[in-house]
Each structure stands twice: as structure tokens, then as C-alpha cells.
């Protein structure tokens, strides 16, 4: 092809000699100028010349490709010639002036789609011309390409395999269409998502085709019902093609049930910012700190990042929503305001967040009336953790540091809370709270560490017979020690999400000061499950 496409040129010059197009080079001090290449159009990158790898592929523009020159000289000419017809004469001329800049650009329209392109430039000064530029070429592709979606998990008709909140494989299948006499750029990825994709394949939700044109993704179905899977096929000229793959999900009737669960697999998740600030959920189980789901810092409460907040989760309202799958509360030390994300949709959380600014106690209908010393909005609450339900259900419970004290705030869910001050000491001022969930008999436990020794604590609250909690073992911070060494330098972070290893007990988690997730058994036997994103 580049041979030919040489002995053309030649062909090419000669005419253009014939033609007039070209004059003597003598008078201009900068003979040829240099080729700067071809771009989609004005506002796109320039692809930079290179005659011995393949044309550059230009896809469908308003005004046609943009030619750019460098040069020194008043103005550019520039030709054009027609690749695959092989014609002698060019299929475009055109002159562009410099107004005092190093180069100068032009669009070329109505060229020929599935046709490759050479072309050259000349600089202009008075009556004067240059020797011709080295060639740059390119091929056009206009056509956008096609795309089908098919799954025998979730058909488009027929009844699916799976549910609402599982896993399903979707087989996408591209095809560029190849333009009579001509070539196309043949496709380079499908990108994929839930009511909108995007259309360029730098994206980690863009997967390459096989040698056949066809890709496979395993993506969770986010709701029960009617969902709709967006496909955008682009090629390798930029040209995008979409389709809209519809099928209906049906909602499992016997779902798993687990605290600690936010995407819905019945396995309780570990949740950590990467270190784009994007939000990890990572099973409790797993054998590395692979993420399962990952949410977009665009989702935080800021919109930039989900790395400032604390975030707690054991429990939801399952009177508002039928995943049984935990509901985020989401929170900034100094912020007045609390973020609850109800999760709809299988820990998706794209379906909006409450913010509630101020705190109230009771049930709304009776007496509202707080504790003395309970404040009337967040920015006095310096940690939070989610607790464990405490009267029944699945109704997450919050446990806030406020003021050195401990409080309990049950039925967070809707910003209507039972509140009970359950320390008066002020002695907690220094402690990083870890609430672990229930054991297998149902009872809750406090786990602390102090920052000032790395010690950790785990004070009991057994549940008793009538069905509530005793909390007397959370008067004295210092008491219960079990281990030592977890100071901050090594384990900035340290966490549980219940059990891990099935033994019936929660487990401890740690991320070390090199960004490694550690897993414990209740809190020994570190198992280092490798380094976070």
C-alpha cells in the first residue's frame, strides 16, 4: 500500500508541476514546511504524520478533515489526492493564510468514505512557492457502526435465569460496515452502562471485541422490573453507534439477609475509598482486595470524593425498600449535616440521598424532647459507626463520639431517633470506634482502639432476656483490652464487617500505612489480602 501509494505521489507532483500548482522553490528562505497532520476537525487533537505506519482514520467531522502546516511564509497551499482511486489529479486545493502564526490549517470537505487520502503542503510568500511538504495521509470511515446485545441470563423476551441484583453475562456483537471499493475502520471497543454510556474507549466500563467483534460482560442487574442496558459501539475512527438492549429482571423472592451487605450477595462488604477517592466494596470473604462494585467519586455527597467522610453501614429499613441490602450513612467530621443513601438498587446508590441537618428524638407524633446535652445538629458528632440493630429487625442503630461520650441513636433510617446517652465520663475523647455487628447468638460488642497506645479493647453488650442490651460494660474506656500493636502508624485504619472466617464471631480488618488490606480471625491470624487500588 505505501509503495503504491508513493509511485502515485510521484505522479502526483508532476501534474501538479504541469498544472500550474506548484512554482520554482528559490525565493522561499524555508524550503518545504512541516507537516503538522490530520485531525476529525478544528476542536480535535492532530494525529502526526507518519508515512510508513498505517493512515490515520478520520471519522465523520461538520466541515471534513483539518489539514495543519507549520511554516514560514504568508500562507499555505494545500493538495489533496485520492488514495484508492489513484487519480493524478487532486481531488482538493485550497489556500490558508498564517496571519503571522508558525502554521496555518484547513478543512477539506465532501471526501469520499472507505477512501484513503494523501496529501502535501507548500508554503506561499508574494509570487513565491516552496518544494512540496513530506506526504501525510489518511483514510476516511463516516459510517457508524452497528451493535447487538443478546443474554441468556436476562433475554429481551422470555423468562430470565437469574434476579434482580445478581450478576447476568451480556454478549455484545459490533460490525463496522465496509463501504463499496472502500475500507472501514472496524471497531475498537463497546462501552456499557445503565441509562447512559459514554462514547470514547478510555473508560474502565470500555471493553475491546474479540477477533470475531464480540465481547462479553458479566454487570448486576441494578433493579427489578423493566431495566435497560445502553450499548455505544465505536470505531477506530471515532464514529459511535448505539443501541438500547431491554429485558425485565424479576425480584428474587427468598433474597439474602445479611447486615453488613450492601450490594446484595448476602455477603457483608468491607468499604474503602481507592486512591482515585472512588468507593471499593469488598467481601468480607474474599481471597484479595479485589472490589466487586465500585462507585464513582461523582456519587460522594461533595460530588469529588468519598475519601473525607466516615461512612456506616449495618442494617435498612425494610418497611422503604425491597433489596435487603444496607443503607450508607455518610458523614464529615464539623458537617452539620448527615447523608443517608437508601439503597434501592442493590448498592448502586443512584437513586438519590436524604441530608438531614437536623436532629430530632422521639417519635415525630409524641414528644419530640432530646436528652440534656444531645445537640441539635451533626457538627458536634466526631465519629459514627453503625451499630447493630437493637430493637429488632433489620433498622440500622447509630453509635456517635460526641464530646468524649458515647450515644446510641436508634432508628436512624428516617432522622427520627431513640436517644440514649450512654456514657457521662467524657473519657472516649481519643478512641477509634469499630462496631463488629452481632455474633451468632445475637449479641453486640463495642471494639475500640486507643490511638495513644494501640491497644484494642472489645467491651461486651449481651443481649438479655427481655429482648434489649446491656451497656454497662462501656463506662470505662480503659477496660477489656484483647490485643496490642495496632497502633495508627502501622493500621491508619481499622474496621470490622462481621464475620469473615463463619466461625459465628466478627472478624477485624485493617489497612496498613502502605495501603494493604489485612483480614483477621476476631483479632488474630493476619491474612494479608494484598494492596488496595
Not at 494493604?516 to 476476631?522: A, E, F, P
Amino acid at each position: 500500500m505505501e509503495l503504491s501509494r508513493a509511485r502515485r505521489l510521484g505522479g502526483v507532483t508532476a501534474a501538479a508541476l504541469a498544472a500550474g500548482l506548484l512554482a520554482p522553490a528559490a525565493a522561499v528562505a524555508d524550503t518545504a514546511p512541516a507537516v503538522l497532520g490530520t485531525s476529525q476537525g478544528a476542536d480535535y487533537a492532530t494525529a502526526a504524520c507518519d508515512s510508513t505506519g498505517d493512515p490515520t482514520w478520520i471519522g465523520r467531522t461538520m466541515n471534513g478533515p483539518a489539514l495543519s502546516a507549520k511554516v514560514t511564509g504568508e500562507a499555505v497551499r494545500f493538495g489533496v489526492w485520492d488514495v484508492t482511486t489513484g487519480a493524478e489529479d487532486p481531488v482538493f486545493t485550497g489556500e490558508a493564510r498564517t496571519y503571522g502564526l508558525p502554521s496555518a490549517s484547513l478543512s477539506v470537505p465532501e471526501l469520499v468514505d472507505g477512501h484513503s487520502y494523501a496529501w502535501h503542503a507548500w508554503a506561499l510568500q508574494g509570487t513565491q512557492t516552496s518544494a512540496p511538504s513530506a506526504d501525510c495521509h489518511f483514510t476516511v470511515d463516516t459510517t457508524s457502526p452497528t451493535a447487538t446485545v443478546s443474554s441468556t441470563d436476562f433475554p429481551a423476551s422470555g423468562t430470565a435465569t437469574k434476579y434482580a441484583g445478581q450478576k447476568g453475562t451480556f454478549v455484545l456483537k459490533g460490525a463496522d460496515a465496509v463501504p463499496a471499493g472502500g475500507e472501514a475502520s472496524g471497531v475498537a471497543c463497546f462501552r456499557y452502562g445503565w441509562t447512559y454510556a459514554g462514547s470514547d474507549c478510555n473508560s474502565p466500563d470500555a471493553v475491546e471485541p474479540d477477533a470475531d467483534g464480540t465481547a462479553k460482560i458479566d454487570i448486576k442487574v441494578p433493579e427489578w422490573g423493566t431495566n435497560n442496558l445502553v450499548v455505544n459501539v465505536i470505531d477506530s475512527a471515532g464514529n459511535v453507534g448505539r443501541t438500547t438492549y431491554s429485558f425485565y429482571a424479576p425480584t428474587n423472592p427468598n433474597p439474602p439477609k445479611t447486615l453488613g451487605d450492601v450490594d446484595g450477595d448476602g455477603v457483608a462488604d468491607i468499604l474503602l475509598p481507592d486512591a482515585q477517592g472512588n468507593l471499593q466494596y469488598i467481601p468480607v470473604n474474599g481471597t484479595d482486595a479485589t472490589p466487586t462494585t465500585v462507585i464513582q467519586a461523582r456519587r460522594s455527597p461533595s460530588g469529588k470524593s468519598w475519601a473525607p467522610y466516615q461512612i456506616a453501614h449495618r442494617g435498612w429499613d425494610s418497611s422503604a425498600h425491597a433489596p435487603s441490602s444496607d443503607d450508607l450513612f455518610i458523614h464529615q467530621p464539623g458537617d452539620a449535616a448527615l447523608t443517608v443513601y437508601r439503597n434501592f438498587d442493590y448498592g448502586g446508590m443512584t437513586k438519590g440521598s436524604m441530608v438531614l441537618s437536623d436532629r430530632k428524638c422521639g417519635d415525630p407524633f409524641d414528644d419530640p424532647s432530646c436528652p440534656d446535652g444531645y445537640a441539635a445538629d451533626w457538627s458536634k458528632t466526631d465519629q459514627i459507626v453503625a451499630f447493630g440493630p437493637v430493637s429488632g429487625g433489620t433498622s440500622p442503630s447509630l453509635l456517635t463520639l460526641e464530646g468524649g461520650n458515647l450515644w446510641l441513636l436508634d432508628g436512624a433510617t428516617w432522622g427520627f431517633y431513640k436517644v440514649t446517652k450512654l456514657t457521662t465520663s467524657g473519657a472516649w475523647n481519643g478512641y477509634d470506634l469499630i462496631a463488629p455487628g452481632p455474633d451468632a447468638a445475637g449479641n453486640l460488642a463495642l471494639w475500640a482502639r486507643d490511638r495513644a497506645t494501640g491497644e484494642l479493647h472489645a467491651y461486651p453488650v449481651p443481649k438479655k432476656a427481655d429482648g434489649t442490651f446491656d451497656f454497662s460494660a462501656l463506662a470505662d474506656p480503659k477496660a477489656d483490652v484483647v490485643a496490642s500493636g495496632f497502633t495508627v502508624a502501622a493500621y491508619p485504619t481499622l474496621g470490622s464487617s462481621g464475620d469473615a472466617d463463619g466461625d459465628g464471631k466478627p472478624d477485624l480488618w485493617a489497612v496498613t500505612a502502605d495501603r494493604h488490606l489485612v483480614m483477621y480471625s476476631g483479632w488474630t491470624d493476619e491474612n494479608d489480602l494484598g494492596a488496595l487500588n
